[in-house]
């Protein structure tokens, strides 16, 4: 049976059943997700192949062929219409118009179910989802439970990449007002043994491993591709369960009583459902989303294991990033498309990425400006990183959205910043994304590097002449 037939047979229904990559009762043929495209603002639901089945992914293909898709609602399972929207402005805003977070792109965390292609949610920071009018999820001290399927190699230590219950006004309104499943290497609050990442409960003001916000050993730090988190919540106790979403059974990191410290015993949840963002709309974190639920009354262990048992038969397995990949070790010129520009290649000045016009009678220096060696992605093995021809050791990375040329200095974000995936020209060629941020594209705009979302808050997002400046013909190097 699906989950939600599980936790329902089980005494603790799914108030809230969120995914886009398949449904979460063996009867549910509803819409699993919204997506809206770039070319003309119109919007789509992709629903399962059949009952019970996996998201019909070929339709969102189709709707989103050569434009932009994100995904603008995430649909609610249960029949309560706890949809997930696009967050509003908190305590902190958003980087989209108004204060609210952004919408992820459709196409940032593919994979597959049985095989069966599907998308997940790619949480870049500045991303987030939220309902805050919500029906039937715990309020006060009501107990609940929830679990995530989520992506272990995509997090960071900023707050919070959560998946829960949370404030109803978008701000900390103190501890014990929140209860949620959060994935990340953050220590402001508590940790677990190791570097991270870690499966934490967030609980507002506080990132809790175990009973303290402090370091809780038995937390292991995750290296599974697919994880499946789970956090519960009952009077004066909680749990933390975690395992591979792939194969295998739930550990138990943590189960025994609320925090001592004032304010978490008893609760004071409100009951508003978040992703990818903090109670209070920070939304500095990272990370990816397949699918999650939340119930009413705690579960029981071995529900949640036989809730395990159906993510493992559900297959999750990676696929390509690229739908036009490129060779690793080619040296290669990135010609610009864009009509009255098409002399010009990707090409660098010190620091600056930028277009030049560059020809075979081009002085050797230029030549070498504008060729780029393609490397594996540094960020992620699946995706590229483009190395400077003249300047060794040096990559094509992004800064506030800017593209720049930086010298590799090894850490986490750099690497992450300089790792780009390459899908079918949006018009011809190639358009190559962030990774990081792939509702972004490298784009020249004033004949300047930057990545791009079509039509977002940036001149350089202007969606005018967009699918053009996105599209490059990636050819022999001059150098
Ligand atoms: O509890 C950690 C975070 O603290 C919450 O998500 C947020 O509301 C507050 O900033
Ligand atoms: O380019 C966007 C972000 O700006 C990068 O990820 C980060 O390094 C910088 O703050
Ligand atoms: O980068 C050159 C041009 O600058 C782009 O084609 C256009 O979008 C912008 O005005």
Redesign the pocket.
Same mark, same amino acid.
Request: with cysteine.
């Given at each position: 049976a699906a989950p939600c037939d599980l936790y329902k047979n089980g005494g603790t229904p799914c108030v809230a059943a969120h995914g886009t990559t398949r449904a979460l009762y063996d009867a549910y043929t509803g819409p699993l997700y919204q997506v809206k495209r770039g070319s003309d603002g119109t919007t789509t639901d992709i629903t399962p192949l059949s009952a019970g089945g996996v998201a019909n992914a070929a339709a969102q293909d189709s709707f989103c062929k050569g434009t932009t898709c994100l995904i603008s609602i995430i649909y609610d399972q249960s029949g309560r219409a706890n949809h997930l929207y696009q967050a509003p402005k908190g305590a902190f805003s958003g980087p989209d118009v108004n204060g609210q977070d952004n919408l992820a792109s459709a196409i940032g965390a593919p994979v597959t179910l049985n095989g069966k292609k599907a998308y997940g949610v790619f949480v870049s920071p500045g991303t987030g989802y939220r309902n805050d009018e919500v029906s039937g999820t715990a309020t006060g001290n009501q107990p609940e439970g929830m679990y995530a399927v989520l992506d272990g190699t995509h997090y960071n230590d900023a707050?919070?990449f959560?998946y829960g219950n949370a404030e109803v006004s978008n701000t900390?309104t103190g501890n014990g007002h929140?209860e949620a499943v959060y994935y990340g290497n953050n220590t402001v609050?508590g940790s677990g043994s190791g570097s991270g990442p870690w499966l934490m409960a +967030?609980l507002?003001?506080?990132?809790f491993s175990g009973q303290g916000t402090k370091q809780n050993p038995a937390d292991p730090s995750i290296y599974n591709r697919f994880f499946t988190g789970m956090v519960k919540g009952e009077p004066n106790q909680w749990a933390l369960r975690g395992g591979n979403a792939a194969s295998g059974s739930l550990s138990t990191y943590y189960s025994g009583a609320r925090p001592t410290v004032g304010g978490y015993n008893p609760m004071s949840l409100e009951g508003a459902i978040i992703l990818g963002i903090?109670? +209070?709309n920070?939304n500095g974190a990272q990370g990816t989303f397949y699918e999650g639920v939340m119930t009413s009354g705690y579960p029981s262990d071995s529900v949640e294991a036989s809730v395990q048992a159906n993510i493992v038969a559900a297959k999750y397995a990676t696929t390509s990033l690229n739908t036009a990949p490129l060779t690793v070790g080619n040296k290669v010129s990135i010609k610009v498309t864009t009509p009255g520009y098409d002399t010009r290649y990707l090409a660098h000045s010190g620091a600056t990425v930028n277009t030049q016009v560059v020809t075979s009678s081009s002085a050797t220096a230029l030549k070498q400006q504008s060729s780029w060696t393609v490397r594996t992605g540094l960020g992620n093995s699946d995706c590229y990183s483009f190395e400077s021809v003249d300047t060794p050791g040096s990559f094509i990375r992004h800064y506030n959205f800017q593209l720049q040329l930086n010298s590799n200095d090894n850490t986490k974000a750099f690497k992450e910043d300089a790792t780009f995936c390459s899908q079918t020209g949006l018009v011809t060629g190639n358009t190559i994304r962030s990774w990081s941020y792939p509702a972004k594209f490298i784009r020249h705009y004033n004949n300047v590097g930057y990545i791009a979302s079509n039509g977002g808050v940036h001149d350089f997002d202007s969606a005018t002449g967009f699918n053009n400046d996105v599209s490059f013909v990636v050819g022999t190097s001059f150098a």
């Amino acid at each position: 049976a699906a989950p939600c037939d599980l936790y329902k047979n089980g005494g603790t229904p799914c108030v809230a059943a969120h995914g886009t990559t398949r449904a979460l009762y063996d009867a549910y043929t509803g819409p699993l997700y919204q997506v809206k495209r770039g070319s003309d603002g119109t919007t789509t639901d992709i629903t399962p192949l059949s009952a019970g089945g996996v998201a019909n992914a070929a339709a969102q293909d189709s709707f989103c062929k050569g434009t932009t898709c994100l995904i603008s609602i995430i649909y609610d399972q249960s029949g309560r219409a706890n949809h997930l929207y696009q967050a509003p402005k908190g305590a902190f805003s958003g980087p989209d118009v108004n204060g609210q977070d952004n919408l992820a792109s459709a196409i940032g965390a593919p994979v597959t179910l049985n095989g069966k292609k599907a998308y997940g949610v790619f949480v870049s920071p500045g991303t987030g989802y939220r309902n805050d009018e919500v029906s039937g999820t715990a309020t006060g001290n009501q107990p609940e439970g929830m679990y995530a399927v989520l992506d272990g190699t995509h997090y960071n230590d900023a707050c919070c990449f959560d998946y829960g219950n949370a404030e109803v006004s978008n701000t900390d309104t103190g501890n014990g007002h929140m209860e949620a499943v959060y994935y990340g290497n953050n220590t402001v609050w508590g940790s677990g043994s190791g570097s991270g990442p870690w499966l934490m409960a +967030d609980l507002e003001n506080g990132l809790f491993s175990g009973q303290g916000t402090k370091q809780n050993p038995a937390d292991p730090s995750i290296y599974n591709r697919f994880f499946t988190g789970m956090v519960k919540g009952e009077p004066n106790q909680w749990a933390l369960r975690g395992g591979n979403a792939a194969s295998g059974s739930l550990s138990t990191y943590y189960s025994g009583a609320r925090p001592t410290v004032g304010g978490y015993n008893p609760m004071s949840l409100e009951g508003a459902i978040i992703l990818g963002i903090g109670g +209070d709309n920070s939304n500095g974190a990272q990370g990816t989303f397949y699918e999650g639920v939340m119930t009413s009354g705690y579960p029981s262990d071995s529900v949640e294991a036989s809730v395990q048992a159906n993510i493992v038969a559900a297959k999750y397995a990676t696929t390509s990033l690229n739908t036009a990949p490129l060779t690793v070790g080619n040296k290669v010129s990135i010609k610009v498309t864009t009509p009255g520009y098409d002399t010009r290649y990707l090409a660098h000045s010190g620091a600056t990425v930028n277009t030049q016009v560059v020809t075979s009678s081009s002085a050797t220096a230029l030549k070498q400006q504008s060729s780029w060696t393609v490397r594996t992605g540094l960020g992620n093995s699946d995706c590229y990183s483009f190395e400077s021809v003249d300047t060794p050791g040096s990559f094509i990375r992004h800064y506030n959205f800017q593209l720049q040329l930086n010298s590799n200095d090894n850490t986490k974000a750099f690497k992450e910043d300089a790792t780009f995936c390459s899908q079918t020209g949006l018009v011809t060629g190639n358009t190559i994304r962030s990774w990081s941020y792939p509702a972004k594209f490298i784009r020249h705009y004033n004949n300047v590097g930057y990545i791009a979302s079509n039509g977002g808050v940036h001149d350089f997002d202007s969606a005018t002449g967009f699918n053009n400046d996105v599209s490059f013909v990636v050819g022999t190097s001059f150098a």
